[in-house]
């Protein structure tokens, strides 16, 4: 295993919530692709077998700790300031995709844009914005 | 101040607890007013989200916030058959939660449309007076279509 890909297997299998979600995540290169299988207990909305809100806000968000976890190793997890979720469409009762594009890495500060799609990579159901606040490295 | 009729009080019993997402963290009702309701998120091994220091994850406290806005879009809206879906959702963190302390959330609806709530979320562990997040959403109501005449 590579160097990043041994950080963020590290960084997945030392979050006893990562697994609670049901998260893994594969890495190309740099660019690191997260993967949610669909589960009944993340449904929010069981008319329409909706993934929670907060289930996607989650995603997202440890989509981009787990790539800032490849791109600033740290013994330490690091922590969210802010975050702004944008639902666009409904999380269907299928498996979820998302990836991280680190706008700027900053000496404490990290901004990090994220977004995630089910079967069509145009057709995004949720988008992240966010702030997190970087932990000395390794 | 409005009693709450019995059948939101249900439907936020229900809301609370037998929501798949809920249900699987443990929610509880707190309490439900007009335009207000409160849940509890209890701490649990299989939540945490910094092994280091055993505190409960981020992610734990963005469901627990959905989901209080959630129900006080719902309570806003009484009696009226309804459903919601989240436009945004802005979390601020402050500070990590106590190490394995469960949280508590509390969230008020201030302004209800036709067709959007604006919903104001808190969350603290221990002291209500010492935040661990804030949470602003807008939230879109999805009525049933008004008889004819009725705009």
């Not at chain 2, 806003?76 to 459903?83: K, P």
């Amino acid at each position: 295993m590579t160097r990043p890909a041994e950080q963020l297997e590290t960084f997945l299998q030392r979050v006893p919530y990562v697994r609670f979600l049901g998260m893994h995540a594969e890495l190309a290169g740099d660019e690191m692709t997260a993967i949610l299988l669909f589960s009944p207990h993340l449904v929010g909305n069981t008319f329409i077998q909706a993934l929670h809100g907060g289930v996607i806000g989650a995603f997202l968000e440890m989509t981009a700790l787990a790539q800032l976890s490849v791109a600033q190793p740290s013994p330490r997890v690091h922590k969210t300031i802010d975050i702004t979720i944008e639902y666009l469409r409904p999380g269907r009762a299928l498996t979820s995709y998302a990836r991280a594009d680190l706008r700027k890495v900053g000496r404490r500060i990290a901004n990090v844009h994220v977004e995630a799609w089910q079967d069509d990579r145009a057709q995004p159901f949720a988008a992240l914005r966010g702030h997190f606040l970087l932990s000395a490295g390794a | 101040m409005a009693e709450v009729p019995e059948i939101v009080r249900q439907m936020a019993e229900h809301m609370a607890t037998t929501v798949p997402q809920a249900a699987s963290l443990g929610f509880k009702l707190v309490s439900v007013d007009v335009g207000r309701g409160s849940i509890r998120a209890p701490w649990r091994e299989d939540l945490v989200g910094d092994p280091d220091t055993e505190v409960i994850a981020g992610g734990v406290v963005t469901s627990l916030l959905d989901h209080t806005c959630g129900l006080a879009m719902a309570s806003a809206a009484g009696t009226e058959a309804f459903s919601t879906a989240t436009l945004d959702l802005r979390i601020d963190y402050m500070r990590p939660a106590a190490p394995r302390a469960g949280v508590i959330a509390e969230a008020h609806c201030y302004k209800l449309t036709r067709t959007i709530g604006f919903v104001r979320a808190e969350a603290w562990d221990v002291d209500k007076s010492d935040l661990i997040a804030t949470a602003q959403a807008a939230f879109v109501l999805n009525r049933p279509r008004p008889p004819e005449g009725r705009s």
